[in-house]
């Protein structure tokens, strides 16, 4: 069904994905699936600038899904958790365009402090740090574990330019972004570009199958020696914190540094070539 509704909102027939939501209400109640599937309703309307309907479905699906976390953890199955998360992004994302960062803000920072330990804490610190992360100081970097060399503080690295490439075992778009970095790398050395590669455990591996820590720690590295050859020095601290820190839950997540330790882009998902470059480039100015 969620499918469905998504595939609906896609080609912008609104009225088919009301009808089918409203005939599996009838038959199955709200449920989570109904839940995300709605979601897509405010993510579509959201994508197309309408944003006093994107409210309306975004505050739907809050009210709804904090009356089933009444009955049920957040994170006791897939779908609520993505409906709630979509839920705050839209409403935060339509305060934000209409003139108001300082209430999508509070917004957020309310909702991070009720679900900050769950597995929507990511998704909301990403938006909160799109209205507010650049500009400011770059936040510290937790490198208890990690793989490779061992990561420099980003306190050590002031002076310098620092790109934060946060990615994932599983994610392809990652992957596909390890050339456009390493031929960046190469050519911002002269003026000192560090790479520091932040990722984190998920609890499984290859195929999706679970994984004790130290097996999905040995297979994260199998995967680092494979795909990411071309930056065989990057350093890899590992850890959840570092992903809801900088609300990494978009792969990859890249994020610029300037010379004097501040964040000058942030930007959830793989960008193009020409655009990470103008975006060191100018970061990289003395």
Same mark, same amino acid.
């Given at each position: 069904? @969620?499918? +469905? @509704?998504?595939?609906q909102v896609?080609?912008n027939?609104?009225?088919?994905?009301?009808s089918e939501?409203? +005939?599996? =209400?009838a038959?199955?109640?709200?449920?989570?699936?109904?839940?995300?599937?709605?979601?897509?309703?405010?993510?579509g309307a959201?994508?197309? =600038?309408?944003?006093s309907?994107?409210a309306?479905?975004?505050?739907? &699906?809050?009210?709804?899904?904090e009356?089933?976390?009444?009955r049920? =953890?957040? +994170?006791a199955?897939p779908?609520?958790?993505?409906?709630? %998360?979509a839920?705050y992004e839209?409403?935060a994302? %339509?305060?934000?365009?209409s003139?108001?960062?300082a209430?999508?803000?509070?917004?957020?920072r309310?909702a991070i402090?009720?679900?900050g330990?769950?597995s929507?804490?990511?998704?909301?610190?990403?938006n909160l740090?799109?209205?507010?992360?650049?500009?400011?100081?770059?936040?510290a970097?937790?490198?208890t574990?990690?793989l490779g &060399? =061992?990561p420099?503080?980003l306190?050590s690295?002031?002076?310098?330019?620092?790109?934060?490439?946060?990615?994932a075992?599983w994610c392809? +778009?990652?992957k596909?972004?390890v050339?456009?970095?390493?031929?960046?790398r190469?050519?911002f050395a002269?003026a000192?570009?560090?790479?520091?590669?932040? &990722?984190?455990l998920?609890?499984?591996?290859?195929?999706g199958?679970?994984?004790?820590p130290a097996q999905?720690?040995?297979?994260i590295e199998?995967?680092r020696?494979?795909?990411?050859?071309s930056?065989?020095d990057?350093?890899?601290?590992?850890?959840?914190?570092n992903?809801n &820190?900088? %609300?990494?839950s978009?792969?990859?997540t890249l994020v610029?540094l300037?010379r004097a330790?501040?964040?000058a882009?942030?930007?959830?998902?793989a960008?193009?070539y020409?655009?990470?470059r103008?975006?060191l480039?100018?970061?990289?100015a003395r």
């Open positions: 069904m @969620v499918e +469905d @509704v998504r595939a896609g080609q027939n609104y009225s088919a994905a009301e939501l409203r +005939d599996y =209400k038959q199955h109640g709200v449920t989570p699936e109904y839940l995300e599937a709605l979601s897509w309703m405010a993510r959201a994508a197309m =600038k309408q944003w309907q994107a309306s479905y975004a505050r739907e &699906t809050r009210s709804l899904s009356q089933l976390l009444t049920q =953890k957040l +994170d199955e779908h609520l958790p993505i409906a709630l %998360g839920a839209v409403l994302q %339509g305060l934000a365009e003139g108001k960062p209430q999508a803000a509070t917004l957020l309310t402090a009720r679900y330990n769950t929507i804490r990511a998704r909301l610190q990403k740090n799109l209205i507010s992360l650049v500009g400011g100081p770059a936040p970097l937790q490198a574990q990690y &060399t =061992k420099p503080t306190a690295l002031r002076g310098s330019p620092v790109l934060l490439f946060f990615w075992h392809a +778009d990652c596909a972004e050339p456009i970095i390493a031929r960046l190469q050519e002269p000192g570009l560090v790479v520091i590669g932040p &990722t984190q998920y609890g499984y591996a290859a195929q199958n679970d994984a004790t999905e720690r040995a297979y199998s995967v020696q494979r795909y990411y050859a930056l065989p990057m350093p890899v601290p590992l850890s959840q914190q992903f &820190t900088y %609300g990494a978009t792969t990859p610029i300037n330790g501040q964040v882009i942030y930007h959830p998902g960008m193009p020409d655009e990470l103008a975006a480039q100018k970061a990289s």
